[in-house]
């Protein structure tokens, strides 16, 4: 359970004595309602992240809308995004073992997340790691409903592929760029779990992506 849902639940049952006793416990009903609600809501299950070479695991639950190429920077990139509704699980995980090379938030607009501009114009934070003979960028993108974006690392924080890095609280998209030549295991319309589901292999060679999955846990920068 993500230490948040035992707030906005404390404050709800607390909306919801008073109503009652100021009202009547019928109309107290729907605050306690709410507060059941985000208990399940922030709830943060265990997961089984996979050790195959060169994997990249999916940073959040949710279901896979579009599968394209992109250029960044004049270099061609393969992205993934991921739609999350308010039933998902918000929490966020790092889809390699590596360094955290950097952290940008962006201001921007809260467009629906399953819309095409919201990639580019909403409220984001953009993360890079780089490990396991790869760099991957994430964005934890802000919905139409999401209010806050949460991300718990810092630069040079080295993390472990599947590790909880943040969430984003309540509707929601993450998108996934990576190298161009990755392999990618999902299509649009699948449905993922974040950690444990593979989105894609790193087109280096397993012993390659190994070795350099090893460096990283030892802290090798």
């Given at each position: ?14 909306a919801?004595?008073?109503?009652g ?12 309602l ?36 992109l250029l960044?920077g004049?270099?061609e990139?393969k ?7 308010v ?13 955290i ?37 994430f964005k ?11 991300f ?6 080295h ?8 969430m ?21 319309g ?15 060679q397993p ?10 846990i030892?802290?090798?920068?």
């Open positions: 359970m993500v230490p948040d849902g035992y707030y906005y639940a404390a404050l709800l049952l607390l919801a004595v008073l109503i006793w100021l009202a009547s416990p019928f109309w107290a009903a729907p605050a306690v709410l507060a059941a609600f985000c208990l399940w809501f922030f709830r943060d299950p265990e997961r089984l992240v996979p050790q195959e070479a060169g994997a990249i695991v999916s940073p959040g639950d949710g279901k896979v809308t579009d599968i394209s190429s960044v004049g270099t990139r992205r993934i995004s991921i739609f999350l509704n039933f998902n699980v918000h929490v966020n995980r790092s889809p390699i073992g590596g360094v090379r950097e952290v940008r938030y962006q201001k921007g607009k809260f467009l629906n997340a399953m819309g095409p501009h919201c990639a580019d114009e909403n409220e984001q934070n953009i993360v890079t790691v780089e490990g396991e003979g790869q760099t991957v960028v934890q993108i802000a919905g139409l409903i999401a209010r806050r974006i949460v718990t690392k810092r630069v040079k924080d993390v472990a592929r599947g590790e909880r890095v943040g984003i609280k309540f509707g929601s998209r993450v998108d996934i760029i990576m190298d161009a030549g990755v392999r990618i295991a999902v299509r649009v699948d449905h993922v779990k974040g950690a444990s589901t593979i989105l894609a292999y790193s087109n280096q012993e390659i992506a190994a070795s350099v999955a090893e460096m990283s030892a802290g090798v920068p």
